[in-house]
């Protein structure tokens, strides 16, 4: 089984600054690996897929990158609005096996 | 537009099961599959099978087995999940989630959520 883990747990910064987000698979998954946010009392939002490809309607300060086992998604300069949970997925090709990241909690300073 | 709306929420007693609907609009409901993913209060993203909405076929995540049931109704494009023996730690928001149309492993968009209660 493939486990997805998050570094930080909680990353605190201030609007404007950057913020880079990491997740490690537990082997290599090539580039299937997606990145969603998560506000308080929503459900999920797919930022991210094939580990650098932005989904529609997605500003264009979030960009993610890597491939094998190490993952980057990385906000360039923090609005009000990005301040919540990021968490990583992936899913094994054939049989479906899905995994997400424990989850990193983006605070304000 | 592509949506998803889930039923209500719901409050259960220990041993008894919960079914939690999830209406499909703006697009084809039986070419993507329907994920259903759970998240306790507090808690991380919980993924817990999948249904191919034209075959009906199903993967169950390992720690649900036994225990859940994803149907559909085509007519009225919607998915059913289903778990029944339910217990304490089952209390969670539940949400369904659609196929990205590109990639064979993203979800979206999401479901809102439906809240599922389990107490005496």
């Known amino acids: 089984e493939i486990v997805l883990t998050q570094s930080p747990a909680t990353l605190s910064l201030s609007p404007g600054e950057r913020a880079t987000f990491s997740c490690r698979a537990s082997q290599n998954i090539l580039f299937y690996l997606a990145w969603y946010q998560q506000k308080p009392g929503q459900a999920p939002r797919l930022l991210i897929y094939?580990?650098?490809n932005r989904e529609t309607g997605v500003p264009a300060r979030f960009s993610g990158s890597g491939s094998g086992t190490d993952f980057t998604l990385t906000i360039s300069s923090l609005e009000p609005e990005d301040f919540a949970l990021y968490y990583c997925?992936?899913?094994?090709?054939?049989?479906?096996?899905?995994?997400f990241g424990q989850g990193t909690r983006l605070d304000i300073k | 537009q592509v949506h998803l709306v889930q039923s209500g929420a719901e409050v259960k007693k220990p041993g008894a099961s919960v079914k939690v609907s999830c209406k499909a609009s703006?697009?084809?409901?039986?070419?993507?599959?329907i994920n259903w993913v759970r998240q306790a209060a507090g808690q991380g993203l919980e993924w817990m099978g999948w249904m191919n909405p034209h075959s009906g076929s199903t993967v169950y995540a390992q720690s649900f087995q036994g225990r859940v049931a994803m149907t559909r109704n085509t007519s009225l494009s919607t998915a059913y999940l289903e778990l029944t023996s339910l217990r304490s730690e089952d209390t969670a928001i539940y949400y369904c989630?659609?196929?990205?149309?590109?990639?064979?492993?993203?979800?979206?968009?999401w479901g809102q959520g439906t809240l599922v209660t389990v107490s005496s």
């Open positions: 997925q992936h899913r094994t090709n054939g049989p479906p096996r899905v995994t």
């Open positions: 703006g697009y084809t409901f039986t070419i993507y599959e």
């Open positions: 989630a659609k196929r990205h149309d590109s990639t064979f492993y993203t979800f979206h968009p």
């Open positions: 094939d580990a650098s």
